[in-house]
């Protein structure tokens, strides 16, 4: 399977059940020609058999007969569009572990594991494909990326306030901070005691995607019933560049009503998060790229 992203977003998908690239974003589909859809399915269906092969060497090389395995790539290009600076990353893994990564700066490979050392050398002595790469990073990749960017700027772009809630089960269980509904994914959750930055008995879950194009996140703090009394807490969410106003009372199972001293708050903030997924990947500050077929 290959997804590819730009900023985090998924815009393109092939998978070797449908054998067909697919658009991920309406506005992905409105903008590519039809015979865009016919020349990445022949790219990622000619990558397929290489991927099967690339699987039964990393067998070999690691002294495996059976079991399943996976063979993960993931390349892309970086552009900030204040700056005008560019960069590339181009990497492998096996079995969810590092394999092999290409270091743009000396235009060489490296192996952290050693059943990686005869794929670097190979790659390493040809000087050839290595110039196509870096041809291909440093000119079409951006192309493509500032012409993803263009067809989607008004989804990329947009801005949508979270929705915070204070969530409590009852006195003595942790006060959850849930921010939901929003975007960029881009987003910071912390908790202060009387103003000061709170780090201990505070438990931060991971932003996920709530399936409509938005995220969710959650952070837990666990106060003792007593400490509510002498303390003020609050939940400070930092995302996009306005305050956004927070329910102040904390929902419980007993009827919504507020337990001990604490407030919610948004602070004006813009957060920018790098992303790292598994597979395809095409990003920018402002990230992606149009894709090759690659080879072992």
Aim: with cysteine; net charge neutral.
């Amino acid at each position: 399977m290959t997804v590819g992203l730009v900023d985090g977003e998924p815009f393109t998908y092939y998978d070797s059940n449908i054998r067909r690239e697919v658009p991920r974003q309406e506005w992905m589909a409105k903008a590519v020609y039809a015979a865009y859809w016919d020349q990445q399915t022949q790219i990622s269906m000619r990558t397929e058999p290489t991927f099967r092969t690339n699987i039964e060497v990393a067998k070999q090389r690691f002294n495996q007969t059976g079991g399943i395995h996976t063979v993960q790539q993931m390349y892309g290009c970086e552009w900030d569009d204040e700056t005008g600076v560019t960069g590339a990353f181009h990497q492998y893994g096996y079995d969810g572990s590092d394999f092999i990564a290409l270091d743009f700066r000396t235009m060489t490979y490296v192996a952290p594991v050693m059943q990686a050392i005869p794929t670097k050398q190979k790659w390493d002595s040809d000087r050839a494909e290595l110039e196509n790469i870096k041809s291909y990073f440093t000119q079409g990749c951006i192309e493509w990326l500032k012409k993803y960017v263009s067809y989607g700027k008004s989804t990329l772009e947009r801005t949508v306030r979270p929705e915070v809630s204070l969530l409590q089960k009852d006195p003595s269980s942790p006060v959850t901070c849930h921010a939901t509904s929003f975007f960029p994914k881009g987003i910071v959750v912390t908790w202060r005691n009387d103003g000061v930055d709170k780090h201990s008995d505070v438990e931060v879950g991971e932003t996920l995607p709530n399936g409509d194009g938005t995220f969710q996140i959650s952070s837990k703090l666990t106060v003792k019933p007593e400490d509510w009394k002498m303390n003020s807490y609050s939940c400070v969410v930092q995302h996009s560049q306005e305050d956004i106003p927070v329910d102040k009372n904390i929902r419980t199972n007993q009827g919504g009503l507020p337990w001990g001293n604490i407030v919610g708050c948004v602070a004006a903030a813009l957060v920018l998060v790098a992303i790292n997924v598994a597979g395809f990947v095409l990003w920018r500050r402002s990230r992606t790229g149009n894709r090759k077929a690659d080879r072992n």
